[in-house]
């Protein structure tokens, strides 16, 4: 959901491939979690730890990933989670995320109805426009990123939704964090 949300990352698509090697004596396989595209053409492998916990043996191929990775020009990346607030709200919002949940002439007057940080159930009263009507189509703004929020604060009608700033770094959702190399 997170590499979905995320404008700089243009494709992804999980266990692609799978990697093959020898190690004393035995084949050894590994099948990555994610390849992503970004928007600067970069090759990024997400490797995900088990829900346990990285284990050794985790760590071991995560080495090999690393180098195959060195060697195709790829990037290394472990996921990274944000709190439990955001990840329910973007659970919430990724279910307007079709383009179907785009209407312009709402969108407009939900736009016009957002000039400071506001409550979300006064931008639906203010924007003229019955709350059936709005509320999708608010989400689906959000999931663009054209408006913005705390995002580990509960959505609801109190939540502050204010005009996106395209050129603040969206940090708090960077799906992965890059590997340095060994």
Same mark, same amino acid.
């Not at 020009?73 to 659970?91: F, I, K, T, Y």
């Given at each position: 959901?997170?590499?979905?949300?995320?404008?700089?990352?243009?494709?992804?698509?999980?266990?692609?491939?799978?990697?093959?090697?020898?190690?004393?004596?035995?084949?050894?396989?590994?099948?990555?979690?994610?390849?992503?595209?970004?928007?600067?053409?970069?090759?990024?492998?997400?490797?995900?730890?088990?829900?346990?916990?990285?284990?050794?043996?985790?760590?071991?191929?995560?080495?090999?990933? =690393?180098?195959?990775?060195?060697?195709?020009?790829?990037?290394?990346?472990?996921?990274?989670?944000?709190?439990?607030?955001?990840?329910?709200?973007?659970?919430?919002? @990724?279910?307007?995320?079709?383009?179907?949940?785009?209407?312009?002439?709402?969108?407009?007057?939900?736009? =016009?109805?957002?000039?400071?940080?506001?409550?979300?159930?006064?931008?639906?009263?203010?924007?003229?426009?019955?709350?059936?009507?709005?509320?999708?189509?608010?989400?689906?703004?959000?999931?663009?990123?054209?408006? @913005?929020?705390?995002?580990?604060?509960?959505?609801?009608?109190?939540?502050?939704?204010?005009? @996106?700033?395209?050129?603040?770094?969206?940090?708090?959702?960077?799906?992965?964090?890059?590997? @340095?190399?060994?």
């Amino acid at each position: 959901m997170l590499l979905d949300f995320n404008p700089a990352v243009v494709d992804f698509t999980a266990w692609a491939a799978q990697l093959e090697w020898r190690e004393r004596g035995r084949v050894r396989t590994l099948v990555p979690d994610f390849f992503v595209r970004t928007a600067t053409g970069a090759t990024v492998v997400v490797h995900c730890p088990p829900a346990a916990g990285p284990s050794k043996r985790w760590h071991d191929q995560r080495e090999v990933l =690393q180098q195959a990775c060195q060697e195709a020009g790829w990037q290394l990346g472990e996921p990274r989670v944000p709190g439990p607030m955001a990840q329910s709200n973007l659970r919430w919002v @990724s279910r307007y995320r079709q383009p179907r949940n785009s209407d312009r002439a709402v969108e407009r007057a939900l736009w =016009q109805a957002v000039t400071a940080p506001r409550p979300l159930g006064d931008i639906v009263r203010a924007c003229g426009v019955p709350r059936l009507l709005a509320l999708p189509r608010l989400f689906h703004m959000l999931w663009r990123g054209d408006l @913005s929020m705390d995002w580990s604060l509960p959505l609801g009608p109190g939540a502050l939704l204010q005009r @996106s700033d395209r050129t603040a770094p969206a940090a708090t959702f960077q799906p992965y964090s890059l590997m @340095s190399a060994q």
